[in-house]
């Protein structure tokens, strides 16, 4: 089981950006599928993408934030990352990441892995002016 850390995460204006970063200590993530969630208060945690593993490496995001968000690796640093563009209020969440997930298409483009094991506490970003 892999053990995931997420980091990055904090308050920004309406149209700005941040990186969100997914760390593993002792396991390498290379040979993972890694999915981003993400919960707003009083709302359903739900998957905003997913990146397969080095074998494929292909990336999938919900509609909501295809073509703001991209999710991708950096094998030397053992890390994942979310850049996020261009958001917006309705991006305020604490933002979570996952191992193993299994990248999917559809309108939620994540599901955890059947070896899933907990979440980690997140990473919260406020979408604010």
């Known amino acids: 089981q892999v053990q995931v850390e997420e980091s990055g995460g904090g308050l920004v204006q309406p149209g700005g950006s941040l990186r969100l970063s997914c760390t593993a200590s002792?396991?390498?993530?290379?040979?993972?599928?890694i999915g981003w969630f993400r919960q707003a208060p009083g709302k359903e945690r739900e998957g905003v993408s997913c990146?397969?593993?080095?074998?494929?490496?292909?990336?999938f995001y919900a509609p909501s934030v295809k073509g703001r968000f991209t999710t991708s690796r950096d094998r030397a640093k053992n890390t994942v990352y979310l850049q996020m563009n261009n958001l917006k209020p309705d991006d305020t969440a604490t933002y979570f990441c996952?191992?193993?997930?299994?990248?999917?298409?559809?309108?939620?483009?994540?599901?955890?892995?059947?070896?899933?094991?907990?979440w980690g506490q997140g990473t919260q970003v406020t979408v604010s002016s």
């Open positions: 990146i397969n593993s080095i074998a494929d490496g292909s990336a």
């Open positions: 002792g396991s390498s993530l290379d040979y993972y599928n």
């Open positions: 996952a191992a193993p997930a299994a990248c999917v298409f559809g309108p939620s483009p994540v599901q955890l892995g059947p070896d899933f094991d907990s």
